[in-house]
């Protein structure tokens, strides 16, 4: 089942390489395929807590599995940036990054989540498990990135937004249901 979710979250990747050969700016074909891609994968990655408390559906065990393809769309957004749009000039990327702040966020966003793929083996995530809590503030940094990138912002931007205030909700709902619980 590992392995269908992974064939199925790469698959914008192949429909990415057929777009490109038509594509007017493939750079930003690349930006979208990768950028959206890392932030359906982490609002999905998210979801499973959700639904076992919902709906008793157990799919927990595809948690990591998602959290860590999230994070390779991430890195290859990033690597989009750097490499391709930016050709790996420091300077240039130093003076884009300083007219469009919401760079910065993303770059923020990003780090968390480097953090959390490289503390997801099974050794350190027992030793660094309380830090994974921080994903939730990637993925705030992450739909904010995502709305100030946009020109207008349409309904997918606020579909998203939508989807994480619930997801992040029903988190924070659920932490301070389950502290008082253990209050009394």
């Known amino acids: 089942m590992k392995t269908l979710i992974v ?10 390489y057929y777009a490109l050969e038509s594509a007017i700016h493939p750079i930003k074909i690349l930006y979208t395929t990768t950028g959206v891609g890392a932030l359906l994968l982490l609002l999905l990655s998210l979801a499973p807590s959700t639904c076992q408390r919902f709906c008793a559906l157990n799919l927990l065990r595809f948690r990591k599995t998602l959290g860590l393809l999230a994070f390779v769309y991430a890195l290859l957004h990033v690597s989009v940036f750097i490499v391709l749009d930016s050709e790996l000039d420091f300077v240039t990327l130093f003076a884009k990054s300083l007219k469009k702040p919401f760079i910065y966020v993303g770059v923020i966003a990003f780090l968390i989540l ?13 030793r660094f498990s309380r830090y994974h809590k921080a994903v939730y503030g990637a993925l705030v940094l992450i739909l904010l990135h995502d709305f100030w990138a946009q020109k207008v912002a349409g309904a997918f931007e606020y579909g998203m937004m939508a989807i994480g205030i619930v997801l992040l909700g029903e988190r924070v709902w659920h932490e301070c249901r389950f502290d008082m619980s253990k209050r009394h």
């Not at 064939?7 to 990415?16: D, E, F, K, M, S």
């Not at 480097?114 to 027992?126: C, E, G, P, W």
Request: charged residues 10%; glycine residues 4%; positive net charge.
């Open 114 to 126: 480097l953090l959390m793929a490289l503390t997801s083996t099974k050794k350190l995530f027992a």
């Open 7 to 16: 064939v199925l979250a790469l698959l914008p990747l192949g429909y990415t």
